[in-house]
């Protein structure tokens, strides 16, 4: 078509309007997600009655506790027992997640897609891994500590079971996420099914298995500390006999020394990973996959006949095992095992809890789990009803105050976004700190100072929703594209539109997904910080354990594990189609 025919483009006055992104599928669902939460979030301030005049009441009741806290009393607390103590309560974590990884391992491969033997086997196996989850693992320490009384055991079966709703889930993802074709190429040689899972599977879900232990670990520690409160053993025992006596500058002296033997711990448990799994070098090779010479992205060498003129050794496989060579990394590998396989042999003797005890009294720990079954709704009084609807309102309000802090933080602590790298630095020390101290102790504190009620309840999770919220959304900056941050920046943007422009629009997914999650997590906590009058259904938990009303007990995990399932859907729905 010639240019006098051609039909001439319609100017378009870029001037007289703004140019505005599509309403596509996953705007809509952003936009429906956020509104729901924002109601959400209105109304639990209304019912937990959080206001500003409320949380400047509660500021100023936190300077007078401080004032009765400070100094604390290091020269006061016995030293041989916070030490003992702190022993019984690294022990108890060890043994829960060896305890989690025992049963976790067989769970993992039934709750794995690809390597499920029967469509009812896979959820079987999901059903296990999401009950465990739901249910807190204070709520398993109430019953086991009625069960076998005050003691290391309870603390130990607490942490392990509850520990598979989490290790199962994260065993069973690596296992999906594995490489089909050294798999496919083992089911083509007619290997049994037992020979195509330890051949095909477990060599490559090995690195992934190990991390996800050590970081449980990390966190199994954590939660060690507070089991004590119900009787389950550690250090909790000594908190919670110094809070019963209103020895608060005692209570913090222990409490610094939880702090600081929690961050060794996990910076112990963040090395071992690091180790193994090949650290944070994009592209760098993991320990288990220098030791056998592979390399991401390296396609092994074919084997072949040799080039013409070089050398034929013979290799008699029937009589020598091909090994790989003791490498740097090997024994350091194989030094971590040792270690650990030490350890546990020293947590069972100094616990004096076995395996076989756990394995003696099954069938004791079922018929006990069968009672918190309920029959009837007699357990459903009004008085459980209304405590149930300010556990909702606790995850809510807690979920936005920590979101809220935790947003401009994580950019702060993002290593790609960071204005300076003492800045950087300095944000990721302060979210190892603020997430060593559990919500729990926390709680306690904010009791003692502003009385019982819903409001220390929601600032402890708040609080808590900082530490972990925080190092969720830094990770999650740091993983976005480069490229429209380049292109914002050319253009002579501030700072402050590169990060709202370039980085938020490209991090929004991942950032509501996280904010899903620890809502999520704030209404299974929430249960827990009411066990020390923080709001919530926790103080009927406690009435109910101490009256042996189990069908209580567990009509009102039910109901929990109900809106916390739901709002794993959504999470998990958000997670799949928006990131």
């Known amino acids: ?26 705007r809509v669902a952003l936009t429906v997600i956020a509104a729901g939460f924002g109601a959400g979030v209105i109304w639990s301030f209304g019912r937990v009655g959080l206001s500003l005049s409320t949380l400047i009441d509660g500021l100023s009741d936190m300077r007078r506790l401080f ?57 079987a196996g999901r059903a296990v891994i999401v009950s465990a989850r739901a249910i807190p693992d204070l709520v398993f320490a109430l019953v086991f500590v009625r069960a076998f009384g005050i003691g290391v055991l309870p603390g130990v079966l607490a942490i392990g079971l509850h520990a598979v709703g989490m290790v199962g889930k994260l065993f069973a993802d690596a296992v999906e996420q594995i490489d ?14 037992l020979q195509v899972l330890s051949s095909g599977v477990l060599p490559q879900v090995t690195p992934s298995f190990i991390g996800t232990a050590m970081y449980r670990l990390d966190i199994n520690f954590r939660t060690a500390t507070i089991l004590g409160f119900v009787g389950a053993g550690g250090i909790g025992l000594l908190l919670d006999l110094y809070k019963g006596s209103l020895r608060y500058d005692l209570m913090l002296a222990v409490t ?5 033997t929690v961050i060794v711990v996990e910076w112990a448990s963040a090395q071992v990973r690091r180790t193994v799994l090949g650290g944070e070098t ?16 390296r396609a092994p060498q074919p084997l072949g006949p040799e080039p013409s003129g070089a050398a034929t050794t013979e290799v008699a496989f029937d009589h020598e095992k091909l090994r790989p060579p003791w490498t740097t990394e090997r024994v350091r590998l194989a030094t971590f095992g040792a270690i650990g396989l030490v350890l546990v042999v020293i947590a069972q003797w100094w616990t004096d809890v076995s395996f076989l005890d756990v394995v003696t009294s099954s069938g004791e720990i ?16 009004p008085d459980i009803r209304e405590a149930l609807v300010e556990t909702l309102a606790l995850g809510f309000a807690a979920t936005f105050l920590g979101v809220l ?16 790298r003492w800045v950087y630095a300095a944000a990721r020390y302060l979210v190892v700190v603020v997430r060593a101290v559990p919500e729990l102790i926390i709680a306690v504190v904010f009791v003692a100072a502003v009385g019982l009620g819903p409001f220390p309840g929601v600032m402890a999770l708040a609080v808590g929703t900082v530490g972990f919220a925080t190092k969720l959304f830094a990770d ?75 069908d209580t007990i567990g009509g009102i995990m039910l109901v929990v594990f109900g809106v916390v399932f739901a709002i794993e859907l959504i999470s998990t729905w958000v997670r799949r189609r928006l990131i």
């Open 256 to 260: 610094a020394f939880v702090v600081v």
């Open 366 to 381: 079922l018929s006990l789990l069968g009672r918190l079954v309920p029959t009837d709704l007699d357990w459903f009084t």
């Open 67 to 123: 004032g009765e806290m400070l100094p604390p009393d290091f020269a006061g607390i016995d030293r041989g027992q916070v030490l003992e103590l702190t022993l019984d309560t690294f022990f108890i974590a060890l043994l829960g997640t060896v305890l989690a990884v025992g049963v976790s391992f067989p769970v993992a491969f039934l709750a794995a897609r690809n390597t499920s033997p029967h469509p009812a086997a896979f959820y």
């Open 1 to 26: 078509m010639s240019a006098a025919t051609a039909t001439p483009t319609p100017a378009v006055p870029l001037g007289g309007g703004r140019l505005r992104p599509p309403w596509t599928t996953t």
């Open 282 to 297: 994009v592209g760098r090779p993991s320990l288990l996959q220098r030791i056998v010479g592979r390399r991401p992205g």
């Open 405 to 420: 802090v935790a947003l401009p933080l994580g950019f702060l602590a993002a290593r790609n976004v960071a204005p300076a």
């Open 476 to 550: 999650a900056i740091e993983e976005v594209s480069p490229g429209p941050r380049e292109g914002v920046t050319s253009t002579g943007a501030t700072r402050v539109q590169e990060s709202s422009t370039g980085v938020l629009t490209q991090a929004m997914p991942a950032l509501v997904g996280h904010t899903l999650y620890m809502l999520d997590i704030n209404i299974r906590s929430s249960v827990i910080v009411g066990i020390v009058g923080a709001g919530g259904v926790g103080y009927y938990l406690i009435q109910a354990q101490k009256q042996l009303r189990w």
């Open 180 to 193: 089909e074709g050294p798999r496919e190429a083992i089911v083509a040689t007619g290997a049994s099914p």
